[in-house]
């Protein structure tokens, strides 16, 4: 059973950066197309980035191309999301995501993360 643990939410102010990580355990690592979703208080769960399973292949919603960078370690068994220039809509819970399907990352994984804070004050 994979198990995902993220880390580095918090508070931020607008305009600036949080770094978040995943770390994965309990399945092979490299077989897994690993992604971000979020959810902020009252609205639906949105994609927020994804990647595939060697790296070379990354997705991002349109709301967070140019400012979110999705990146992953093999060899840690990790996935980053780098936030930059972060607004106050960007304030969510942030849910780290697996899936051996690539394109499962949008809507359905197969796994999930317990979720970390990330809030942006104005």
């Known amino acids: 059973q994979v198990q995902l643990v993220e880390s580095g939410g918090g508070l931020v102010q607008a305009g600036g950066s949080r770094k978040l990580s995943c770390a994965a355990s309990?399945?092979?690592?490299?077989?897994?197309?690993m992604g971000w979703l979020r959810q902020a208080p009252g609205k639906e769960r949105e994609f927020v980035a994804s990647?595939?399973?060697?790296?070379?292949?990354?997705t991002y919603a349109d709301s967070m191309k140019g400012r979110f960078t999705i990146s992953r370690d093999n060899a840690k068994n990790t996935v980053y999301l780098q936030m930059n220039s972060l607004k106050p809509e960007d304030t969510a819970v942030y849910y780290c995501?697996?899936?051996?399907?690539?394109?499962?990352?949008?809507?359905?994984?197969?796994?999930w993360g317990q979720g970390t804070q990330v809030t942006v004050s104005s």
């Open positions: 995501a697996a899936d051996p399907v690539y394109g499962r990352l949008r809507g359905n994984p197969g796994y």
């Open positions: 990647i595939t399973r060697a790296g070379g292949i990354t």
């Open positions: 309990g399945g092979t690592f490299s077989n897994l197309a």
